[in-house]
Structure formats: C-alpha cells, structure tokens
C-alpha cells in the first residue's frame, strides 16, 4: 500500500524517530564526555572542619573529611585560599584530595600548585 503523496507513511516517521532519538542519545554522550564534573556545592572552610587534623597533624582524613571534601568547591576553594595559606597547609590540603579519592579536579591549577 502506498502513502499519498505529500504524506509519508507511518513506517517511515516511526524509522525516522528511531533514528533521531539514536542521533540525540549520540549527541548528548558527545556532550557529557566534554562538560567539566559538576563542582561541589560548598566554598566555605569551616564546612572542611573535619579535615583539620589530617591537614595539619599529618594523620589520615577521616570519612568525614573525605564527604566534606567530595562535597566542596575545590576551584573555588583554591582561589580564596591557595596563595594565602601557608604552602605546606595547602599541599597537605590537595594531598587529601587523592587520598579520600576526589579525583575529578586532576590536573586543575590551585594557586600556583595543579592538583596531582
């Protein structure tokens, strides 16, 4: 049976969808691989309380600590205070990054230091 002209069949709009979807699903993982991760949401110090003694006194960070950290602004966290703080403080603090493995900042500047 064919379709009248100027109308394309059912066939062919349903084919047509299907591939479209197929082209946009394409598009948007092109796009998600491009898009730099989602920042954490706090640019506040005291939220890294947690993290203090593991900055500090060289212990191990706590899992606390570690959320605390998954869960700050890191670039923003870095541009208030990388060229402010004492160079060891700030080299313990990105150290904590690998070690509670919040990895999505490597290789991103921190003052004058990049996170490993």
Do not use: F, H
């Amino acid at each position: 049976m064919e379709a009248p002209r100027g109308r394309k069949s059912s066939m062919a709009i349903s084919c047509s969808g299907v591939v479209g979807v197929w082209c946009l699903a394409v598009l948007l993982l092109c796009m998600a691989e491009s898009v730099p991760q989602v920042r954490g949401t706090s640019c506040n110090p005291t939220s890294l309380s947690a993290c203090g003694s593991a900055v500090t006194g060289g212990t191990p960070p706590t899992s606390q600590c570690c959320t605390e950290l998954q869960n700050a602004d890191v670039p923003c966290l870095c541009n208030t205070y990388a060229n402010s703080e004492p160079a060891a403080d700030v080299t313990a603090a990105i150290a904590l990054l690998g070690e509670c493995d919040v990895n999505q900042y490597a290789g991103v500047a921190c003052g004058p230091y990049t996170i490993p």
